[in-house]
Structure formats: C-alpha cells, structure tokens
C-alpha cells in the first residue's frame, strides 16, 4: 500500500505563484515509490476532476493540461520521495482542490508517463484547497 500527502494549497492573488508538494510513504518506502509514476489532479466545485499533468518514474518525461502547459512545472525527487507542482501565472479558473495521484501501471517503462485519466492512477490523496482570487 502506498500513501501520498498533498500540502502547499492557500489563497493566491492573480497571476501570482504556488507549489504544491506531495510525500509518498508506504510498505516498501523508497523502492515503491521509485516504480511509480506520478501525476496531480484537480476538482473544482461542480466539475469533474481534471488532468493537470503527471511525470515519468525517471523525472524526465512530463505531460501537462493544455490549459495550464507553460504555466505549471512537475518535478520529482524520488531519493525524498517527494513530488512538486510549481504554479505561476495563477488565474481564478485555476481555483480548485488539487489531488495528488500515483500510478503503478508504468509496465517497467522508467519514461512511461500515465494516460490523463483517474483510472491510470492506483493511489489518490486527500487533495489540498488552491484559491486564486481576482
């Protein structure tokens, strides 16, 4: 079983910045972490809960929303087991709860990035408030 923590959402002004971390523990601490891929989510009131982007077991492969690519940067550090959303250029439609996932179907593909859907992802946080006011 694998856990992951979300933490960093708040109140933001337009066009400022925010980063969310996500911490991943479990049975098999780094080692399980290390065979993930990795991947945020959000949901806003209403709406269904929406790709933003996800990130390969290497770090290396990323992919993004076309709504918040140039925007918003994934990176991970498996060694903390740690995973990070950097989000610049906030709008109001950026408002939402943000949910980190992780997903162990990479099929040995340390580049393999997860399809944008929930169904790819095994393992879901609590998810962290982000508000961006105009």
């Known amino acids: 079983q694998v856990q992951v923590v979300e933490s960093g959402g708040g109140l933001v002004q337009a066009g400022g910045s925010l980063r969310l971390s996500c911490a991943a523990s479990?049975?098999?601490?780094?080692?399980?972490?290390?065979?993930?891929?990795m991947g945020w989510f959000r949901q806003a009131p209403g709406k269904e809960r929406e790709f933003v982007g996800g990130?390969?077991?290497?770090?290396?492969?990323?992919n993004y929303a076309d709504s918040v690519n140039g925007r918003f940067t994934i990176s991970r550090e498996n060694a903390k087991n740690t995973m990070t959303l950097q989000m610049n250029g906030l709008k109001p439609e950026d408002t939402a709860v943000y949910y980190c996932?992780?997903?162990?179907?990479?099929?040995?593909?340390?580049?393999?990035?997860?399809?944008?859907?929930?169904?790819?992802?095994?393992?879901w946080g609590q998810g962290t408030q982000v508000t961006v006011s105009s």
């Open positions: 479990g049975r098999t601490f780094s080692s399980t972490f290390s065979i993930l891929a």
């Open positions: 996932a992780a997903s162990s179907k990479t099929y040995g593909n340390i580049h393999y990035v997860p399809s944008p859907r929930t169904s790819e992802f095994d393992y």
């Open positions: 990130v390969s077991w290497s770090g290396a492969d990323t």
